[in-house]
């Protein structure tokens, strides 16, 4: 009996004692502003279509060979490459985007002479007519990490666009370009595909480049001091140079 009142007391002090313990919860951590990756990418916290995201923004560490950007850091997407993020870095050979990627902007690539090539991603919504100026070395445009040189685009994306359209960039040969297409007309949608040559990679080793038929524009930027492009074939569907 004795034992019996014994045991029910150090069950009773056990039983309190495990009350009291105290627990400590664990506190998440927040994304920083500013990160910096193992192969020297520089991300900073932004805002990028009303979602915090990271973009990938100018680094004091060396850049140097393949650069490959990862989806996202944290948990937090990488949606925005932004102005210099690449620029002056003599050692970039490739940059690949993950198609978190939503954004390209101005200067965002400017004079990396040893880049040969860049994977755009595929799910790119814009990108900034003087992105890729001063890459003399730039050989060809990716889209989905796909290789190039077929007659038809290979990659076809797609963006809702402030124009009341669809925007999509697609690569040809290793050459960008940008389709717009399906405006509204009054409370209708027309059918009507606006395609522009964006970019021409400005090492492609190409002497002599034919415009293909379906392009009707071309952006001012485009063909910004090519090294080896000697005669431009002009197709009659052009309407504006």
């Known amino acids: 009996m004795i034992l019996k009142k014994i045991f029910s007391l150090l069950l009773c002090v056990v039983i309190v004692f495990s009350m009291t313990i105290p627990v400590f919860a664990t506190e ?7 990160a910096y990756l193992e192969n020297g990418l520089r991300l900073k916290l932004t805002t990028v279509c ?3 995201a990271y973009m990938v923004s100018q680094s004091e560490h060396n850049l140097s060979g393949d650069v490959v950007v990862p ?3 944290m948990g937090v997407p990488i949606r925005k490459i932004n102005s210099n993020a690449f620029s002056y870095y003599d050692d970039v050979t490739s940059v690949t985007m993950p198609n978190t990627v939503w954004e390209i902007a101005d200067g965002a690539f400017n004079s990396c002479p040893n880049l040969k090539w860049i994977d755009i991603s595929e799910n790119i919504r814009t990108i900034d007519d003087s992105a890729f ?15 190039t040189g077929e007659s038809e685009p290979y990659a ?3 963006a809702l666009t402030q124009k009341n359209g669809v925007q999509s960039y697609y690569v040809s040969d ?3 370009f940008l389709n717009e297409s399906l405006y509204l007309i009054g409370n209708n949608f027309r059918n009507f595909d606006y395609v522009r040559l964006f970019s ?10 034919k415009i293909p038929n379906n392009v009707v524009g071309i952006e001012n930027t485009a063909f910004f001091s090519p090294v080896h492009l ?3 074939v002009i197709p009659s569907s052009l309407r504006s140079f």
């Open 28 to 34: 998440a951590v927040s994304p920083p502003d500013v």
């Open 50 to 52: 009303e979602e915090t």
């Open 156 to 158: 076809y994306t797609e």
């Open 174 to 176: 290793g050459v960008l």
């Open 133 to 147: 100026l001063g890459m003399y070395g730039l050989e060809e445009y990716l889209i989905g990490n796909s290789k």
């Open 71 to 73: 989806e996202e850091y």
């Open 230 to 232: 000697e005669t431009l």
């Open 200 to 209: 021409y990679p400005q090492g492609k080793k190409d002497v002599v480049y």
